[in-house]
Structures are given as C-alpha cells and as structure tokens.
C-alpha cells in the first residue's frame, strides 16, 4: 500500500505552529473551503498536508497548483495510512488532523494552543468541538445548529457571530478530529494502526494507544470550534469490522473506552483525572470484549 503512494513535500513557513493533516476523497469544494477557513481563521500560520485519495474530481490538478505538501494515491486507501503518510512530512512539533469537510471557526487555533501551554508537557489529547446541523445524542457536539448542510449552503457569517457569543465548557473524551497531539508521542505510539484500514474504530485506538503511553488529559476545548458538514464519504468504502479488531487488540470495547475511561461529553471538571476503572465494570467489559472479539 505504501508503494503506491507518492509523497511531495513543500517548505514550510519557518514559523508554522502546527501540522495539519487533511485526508481527502473526491470532495474538492469542501477541502477548498476548509483550507480557506484555516488562511482566513487563524491566529497563527500552520503548515498544511493534505493526501488525495484517487483525485478524480480535479483534486490532484488543484493540489499540485496549491503550494501544499502533498501525498496522492491512485484508490482510497483510508485514513490510517493518509494520516502516517502526512505525518511523515511533519516539520512542527503538533500534529492535528482535520477532516475536509469541517470549517474552522475565528481564533479556533488559539483556544487549543491556550489549552496546550496551560498543559505544560507533552502528555495530552485534545479536540475542537464540533458544531453539527442534527442532533445525533453525541455529548460532544453541539448540535442542533444549522448553518447549512452542504458547502454552498454555508452562511458563514452567521457561523461566525454564532461561534463569537456562544459559550461552552470544556469535555472529556478527546477522540476525533479536530484533534491534536505532540509530535513526539505520535511517533512515540506509531501513528495510526493501518490494522484497521480503511479507518473504522481507529480513533479510538489511537487514544487507547496514547493512554498506554501516559496520556490522561483527554480533553474537547469549547473554545475550539469548527462546522462540521458530515460529508459520508465512509458510505462509498467497504467497512472493517473494527469492532473486533479493538477488542481483540485491548480487551475491552471501544464503547466501554468512551463511556468509562474517557467519559466522552461530560463536563471537564478542573483538576479531576481520568483513571482506569476496576471491579466488576472491567470484568463485564472484559467479558463483553471477548464475545465480540469471538463470535
């Protein structure tokens, strides 16, 4: 798989802050409206990546006139190796992973690099917090706040003054994109595990995978918000049975991950820690995991 992929990489501003890493599939309106929304959004300059899966759409010709750093390849390989294809062009040291289809909301950058100086060192998880158009019950997402379902729907000016007076509290249970990490760590972990191609229940493993490595501030910066179009594009691949892959891998289920250890959506309470839990909710959990890595 590896093989088939072709890497470009670009100079990146001296004083880039991050690494953005931006997997993409035939989906060139919403990319462009992302990349716009980090030029016209952001405190600081980032260094942007952005692998192209097939490009049929007119994708490749625009990223090779873009001046990004790039990889391509010629089908969709998933986001496991997109993301450590990308990550292999790093140059800062924060790595974030952003889909294509999000709009990153004024000062967005700066919430989460306030929330990564407070930290201190290295050993964190964090994420922007979604702004949805339905409610779906996810804790972590706002939701419902519709300004548009597709990219020519958008109003973004309405977004804007939406994200500029709204106030939300920081969550637990940092997991999905928008999300960032210290490079070191991602090199400490590996990276994305290319065991679940094409990316179902990886992003659980990647914070599985960090917990094991010291990480327990998993935490959703409210601050840090970002429009989210929730382009399907995981209806067109063939699903991996990650399910099982994540049980067989660590014991447990990736629900009991969220629920238990991560307690994804509830409030982020100053100074309370997540810690693993014991006693008969672990047994069952191990039970349940399993079964399901099993049958």
Known sequence: MQNSLQKVSKPSPKEALFSILIPTWNNLPYLQLCIQSILKNSIYTHQILIHV?????????????????????????????ALNSLASMATTNYILYLNDDMYVAPNWDLHLFEAIEAKGDPYFYYSGTMVEYEDTGNRAVLAPYNFGTTFNEFKESEFKIFAASIKHSDWFGSCWPPSIVHKTLWDKVGGYDIAYTPGFYS?????????????????????????????????????????KTFAQKWGISSSFLYKKILK????????????????????????????IANF
């Open 53 to 81: 899966n097939e490009g049929s759409d007119g994708t490749i010709e625009w990223i090779k006139e873009s001046g990004y750093g790039y990889s391509i390849s010629n089908e969709n390989i998933g986001v496991c190796y």
């Open 264 to 291: 994804m959506g509830m409030p982020a309470e100053a100074g309370m820690l997540l810690s693993y839990p014991s006693g008969p909710s672990l047994w069952m959990a191990k039970i349940k995991a399993w079964y």
């Open 203 to 243: 992003d659980p493993d990647f914070a599985m995978k960090l917990w094991n490595v010291g990480v327990r501030d998993f935490r959703g910066i409210g601050a840090s918000l970002v429009y989210h179009f929730k382009c399907k594009s995981t209806g067109r691949v063939v699903r991996n049975n990650g399910r």
